[in-house]
């Protein structure tokens, strides 16, 4: 079935570090991608997304590359700051939003100073 | 003011007991979802709903219902609460168009059945 598969944490790295979270995913059809940011005590905010295959998505120095031929839309950032901890998902619609979003498990980032 | 509003914010009450969740928008999308989060699970959709006269089970729905009042309202309710219902909850809307369906959440509600 419909999966997303994401790095387990908690990753913890120093300030300024080069950051890789993976995702790989499990669809039918041709789905869209997120990655979703949760701050503590926060509900989700969508980070960045796209929506076909090459297609780059950015935001606060953040980016994905969607990856159709590895099912991959890995999410990286050169240069974290202690501000950027939080818990990252990966996510995906399958088309039409009939079912919702399937999300992976979520992903804990520690930056420490 | 937040987009999707979701009442109360923290909740404890006791097995056997029946809650509702509430949750409101102002995004006058007509998709509304209810997930819940659990620690290592990540979020897992239990009910959705297209419009006021379209409800639909999600992946988790056993032991939930739903109400859809408004367009921008959609409430979720435990009728009979059990401890393993104990998680953080959360709503969250979409305009459902095309080519992708990015979701608004709510902050969630944390509930605690004793």
């Known amino acids: 079935g419909d999966s997303v598969t994401q790095m387990e944490g908690p990753v913890t790295l120093s300030e300024e570090a080069f950051l890789t979270i993976n995702c790989t995913y499990t669809a039918t059809g041709y789905p869209s991608l997120f990655w979703y940011v949760q701050y503590p005590g926060e509900g989700l905010q969508l980070l960045l997304k796209a929506t076909k295959a090459d297609d780059k998505g950015s935001n606060k120095g953040f980016e994905a590359t969607y990856r159709k031929e590895t099912t991959s839309f890995h999410l990286e950032k050169g240069s974290v700051q202690v501000s950027d901890s939080a818990v990252y998902f990966c996510a995906f619609d399958s088309g039409g939003g009939a079912d919702g979003l399937t999300f992976g498990k979520g992903t804990h980032l520690i930056i420490q100073p | 003011d937040a987009d999707v509003t979701q009442t109360p914010r923290n909740r404890i009450t006791k097995t056997g007991k029946r809650i509702m969740l509430e949750c409101s928008q102002t995004?006058?999308?007509?998709?509304m979802y209810w997930y819940r989060q659990d620690p290592g699970l990540g979020l897992r959709l239990i009910y959705y709903?297209?419009?006021?006269?379209?409800?639909n089970k999600g992946e988790i729905s056993d032991g939930y219902s739903v109400s859809r009042q408004a367009q921008a309202k959609f409430s979720l309710s435990l009728e009979s609460a059990i401890p393993n219902q104990t998680a953080l909850y959360f709503c969250a809307t979409s305009g459902g168009r095309a080519p992708y369906n990015e979701q608004f959440f709510g902050p969630g509600t944390r509930l605690t059945v004793l």
């Open positions: 995004k006058g999308h007509d998709r």
């Open positions: 709903s297209f419009d006021v006269k379209d409800i």
